[in-house]
């Protein structure tokens, strides 16, 4: 999943990046509202986490202009302003969660799942192909009852997949959900990750699940090794 995170404070944006990079969110940064609405406009994000005290707009006038112009991506606004009115002000402005500073990393992360829980596009926490079995909140998986180990980015590429499932995936698609905006298109860091997902997955099964649809993309789904085409 890829989260924008709009904060000024380099410490707390520093501390959240690392913390959601080690959970399998690929983070990319705005230290103002300028840079929050022109990456918003230019990238495909899951969720929105908007700091409210910005150094040339406060973080209602950003969720404002996003909810004006259509943009749904859930927000979660984090601030040190505790009240109950700084609340029914982030709710006005179009906010869906707001977590108040200082918190624990685990509650960020507690809240950001259940955002992504409420989106509409996203499925349960457990996701099962085939054998292959993906638990989102303990980021384990398993296939055949044997544990997978993966990194974290190999999680969050296979977890995309899964939830789409039996979809034809592109290129396009991965990079902007599981990398950041540091990612190099004409890199070939998709195809190694697939490479190494698929070693991971498939090999020792006659049944494979990952397969590439060339000039096009992924799909994860269960297939022979007789049917297999990719």
Same mark, same amino acid.
């Not at 380099?10 to 990046?17: D, E, G, K, L, S």
């Given at each position: ?24 969110? !690929?983070?990319? @940064?705005a ?14 994000y899951d969720?929105? @986490? ?7 707009? #406060?973080?209602?006038? @950003? ?5 004006? /112009? ?8 984090? *601030? ?5 009115? #700084? ?8 906010? #869906? #969660? &707001? ?9 960020l ?10 989106? +509409? ?19 384990? @998986? ?12 190999? &999680?969050?590429?296979?977890? &995309?997949?899964?939830?789409? !499932? ?6 396009g ?5 599981v990398?950041?905006? +540091? ?22 099964? *006659?049944t ?6 060339? /000039?096009? /993309? ?5 297939? *022979? ?6």
């Amino acid at each position: 999943m890829r989260v924008l995170l709009v904060e000024d404070e380099p410490r707390m944006a520093q501390v959240i990046t690392k913390g959601l990079r080690e959970q399998s969110y !690929a983070v990319d @940064v705005a230290n103002d509202a300028k840079t929050a609405l022109y990456l918003a406009s230019v990238n495909d994000y899951d969720v929105i @986490v908007l700091d409210i005290l910005l150094p040339d707009r #406060d973080g209602y006038d @950003v969720c404002r202009e996003l909810r004006t /112009g259509r943009n749904g991506t859930p927000i979660l606004m984090l *601030t040190a302003r505790a009240t109950i009115e #700084d609340r029914l002000s982030g709710f006005e402005a179009g906010a #869906d #969660d &707001y977590l108040t500073k200082p918190f624990s990393f685990r509650e960020l992360l507690a809240r950001l799942h259940a955002l992504l829980r409420r989106d +509409s596009q996203l499925r349960p926490d457990i996701l099962e192909i085939a054998d292959l079995i993906l638990d989102s909140a303990s980021h384990r @998986v398993s296939r055949a009852n044997q544990e997978i180990q993966l990194t974290a980015k190999e &999680y969050a590429l296979l977890e &995309y997949l899964a939830r789409r !499932a039996g979809q034809l995936v592109s290129r396009g698609e991965i990079a902007a959900h599981v990398w950041d905006d +540091s990612f190099d298109p004409f890199s070939n860091a998709i195809e190694v990750y697939i490479n190494r997902l698929r070693k991971k997955i498939d090999d020792q099964h *006659t049944t494979k699940l990952l397969h590439t649809r060339r /000039g096009e /993309g992924y799909i994860l789904e269960p297939r *022979t090794v007789e049917n297999n085409q990719t």
